[in-house]
């Protein structure tokens, strides 16, 4: 079993991201490849970057700093829920992963991505390219849900149609396989000379 987080990434009221990771979360557990745990930003509520040493040094001195990377550091895989605001990610996000660095690395990445006519694809494009920069695998294969809100019940339930359904098996197929190549790479660290 892999160790998944599932990181929502919207910290504003009346968000629905927690809706969206819930779904994807119940869907995660239902495969036999993953312990799943959700990770809500809104809830975790990170204030701006403010530690004083670069993360790469790992010398964290605030106590929030410190369960994140706790947290980060013991997955194996991640998706990430990101909404689309202004054409990108959330800068809650943003902020989350810039906290740390090696706790990333050497971990694949599925991305669920949720907005208007684009589906939030425009965020996920630019969240695909940032995961690179923390040397972790973002999938190809993702969701995309287009009119979020149409899929979403008076019991702030998410009810997926078959396109949502089909891609999200298919990702966390993906990261299954993905995750058992990482953890390879991850556990064979070149030593210099």
């Known amino acids: 079993m892999y160790n998944l987080k ?31 745990e959700m990770l809500d930003l809104g809830e975790i509520d990170l204030p701006m970057m403010n530690e004083p040493n670069h993360p790469r040094m790992k010398k964290y001195e605030h106590e929030h700093t410190k369960q994140w990377s706790a947290k980060i550091d013991e997955a194996d895989a991640f998706i990430f829920v990101t909404a689309e605001y202004n054409h990108t990610y959330p800068a809650s996000l943003q902020n989350a992963l810039q906290y740390l660095s090696q706790e990333w690395n050497y971990k694949a990445a599925g991305i669920v991505s949720y907005g208007g006519v684009s589906a939030g694809t425009r965020a996920y ?28 019940n008076n019991e702030d339930e998410l009810i997926p149609n078959d396109e949502m359904k089909e891609a999200a098996s298919t990702m966390l197929d993906e ?19």
């Open 6 to 36: 599932v990181i929502s990434s919207t910290t504003r009221p009346g968000r629905k991201g927690p809706i969206i990771a819930g779904w994807i979360s119940e869907v995660a557990e239902q495969q036999d490849s993953f312990d799943v």
């Open 125 to 152: 494009i630019d969240l695909k390219r940032d995961l690179l920069t923390f040397k972790m695998a973002p999938l190809v294969e993702a969701v995309n849900i287009p009119f979020f809100p149409q899929f979403i």
């Open 175 to 193: 990261l299954a396989r993905w995750s058992a190549g990482m953890k390879v790479i991850k556990e064979n660290k070149v030593v210099s000379a």
